[in-house]
């Protein structure tokens, strides 16, 4: 398996609801991340979680809340978010945090009303 | 943190080579250059990546100048489905041993038949 999967692939969310994006891989990668890409923008990162542990938070808004239950699981918790929230969201994963080897997912589209 | 600079968009016909340039000026000896590119709706897909020597692989050339100031991704064929986003990254160091993808604003190329 060399895949990275994210659900679900679209989300439409109001401001006071609270979701979760899931993202999971089964290649033994220690390292995984979350970005965020806005329209015809790079994408920006916001978490790198090493070996189960959070090890960079992009100066990320507390309404992004990421979880790391196990090495395959990574999940983003939502809440309260702003209409300016809604992007496009990557998971990615590598081998160790930093190398070579970054494979993303296909992202979750994320509409905020 | 900007460390890269693509031209917007480029075009080339099908079955001819695409070259796609990227200007890296203030790289350090140690930043690798890393070229993924952005199908529509897809994450970013890895394509080669080298840090002084030119890299060849089954999906594309990487030419490195001589002072690692610039770089060309080479498609020697392009295809109708190597239309797509080029990012051209450069990963970078960071204080706590780990590293960070930063990624250019891509090059928007369009493979024409």
């Known amino acids: 398996d060399t895949e990275v999967t994210q659900t679900p692939k679209h989300l439409v969310m109001g401001m006071t609801n609270k979701k979760s994006l899931k993202c999971e891989q089964h290649?033994?990668?220690?390292?995984m991340y979350w970005y965020k890409q806005k329209a015809k923008k790079p994408p920006e990162l916001m978490f790198v979680?090493?070996?189960?542990?959070?090890?960079i938070n992009e100066s990320v808004p507390s309404r992004f809340s990421p979880e790391c239950p196990n090495s395959s699981l990574l999940n983003l918790h939502l809440h309260a978010l702003q209409p300016e929230d809604s992007a496009l969201y990557l998971c990615?994963?590598?081998?160790?945090?930093?190398?070579?080897?970054?494979?993303f997912g296909s992202g979750t589209r994320l509409t905020v009303v | 943190d900007a460390k890269t600079t693509q031209p917007p968009s480029m075009d080339c016909a099908e079955g001819r080579a695409a070259n796609l340039p990227c200007n890296h000026s203030?790289?350090?000896?140690?930043?690798?250059v890393y070229w993924y590119r952005q199908i529509h709706s897809q994450g970013p897909q890895y394509i080669i990546h080298?840090?002084?020597n030119n890299e060849t692989n089954e999906m594309a050339s990487l030419i490195i100048t001589e002072d690692r100031k610039s770089s060309t991704l080479i498609l020697p064929h392009a295809t109708l489905r190597d239309t797509a986003v080029y990012y051209c990254?450069?990963?970078?160091?960071?204080?706590?041993?780990?590293?960070?993808?930063?990624f250019g604003s891509g090059t928007r190329l369009l493979v024409r038949p």
């Open positions: 990254i450069v990963r970078v160091p960071r204080m706590d041993s780990s590293y960070k993808l930063i």
């Open positions: 979680y090493s070996y189960e542990k959070l090890s």
């Open positions: 080298g840090l002084k």
């Open positions: 990615a994963s590598s081998p160790v945090a930093g190398g070579y080897g970054y494979t």
């Open positions: 290649m033994g990668h220690r390292a």
């Open positions: 203030t790289i350090s000896g140690n930043e690798y």
